[in-house]
């Protein structure tokens, strides 16, 4: 049994490792979002449009801005593109659900019950099981509907174009080497 449960573990950690290895690295073109490290210049990001993209300096196009500010290669610590926008919903509720599902059970003996009808002949357990369901439904309605109102931007690290990193076998284990193009 445990080394069934290995196997399964190892399945798992072996296709998440092979969907990340897969993941493309979004193309950074003129109006694609970016949003850049530049410590040098401000403290926080700047996010906006790209407007070019060169061997020693990076052009975008700060949102609420009219002016496009150019950052040069040196002064660049990191660059990530935008993969969208994301709403919470799902997993507000999931967190909703089992919330819901205990204020449900621990309100039941409070809740008036009419005797008859499904719940009634089952006894306590049943109500138990009903206000398990439908206080895990409401749960997860309210936090489906709270986590809507969340939405937040995905970035991905974009490797930069002056930077390259290399990983390979070296005379006693692995070399890794860090090459700055200039022009």
Known sequence: MRALGLLGVTVVLVAHTECVAQE???ALVPGARVRVAAPAVRAE???GRLVSLERTSLVVLEDGRAAPLTLLASEVRGLDASRGRRRWSAL????GAPVGAAVAVAAGPIIPRGGG?????CGRGGEIVMDVVIGGA???FVGALVGWG???ERWQRVPLPWLRATVGPGRVGVSVSL???TP
């Open 150 to 152: 969340f939405e937040t």
């Open 179 to 181: 090459a700055v193009v």
């Open 45 to 47: 990001p700047v996010i």
């Open 117 to 121: 009808g499904i719940v009634g002949c």
């Open 92 to 95: 507000g509720a999931g967190i």
């Open 138 to 140: 409401a749960g997860a």
């Open 24 to 26: 493309v690295v979004p």
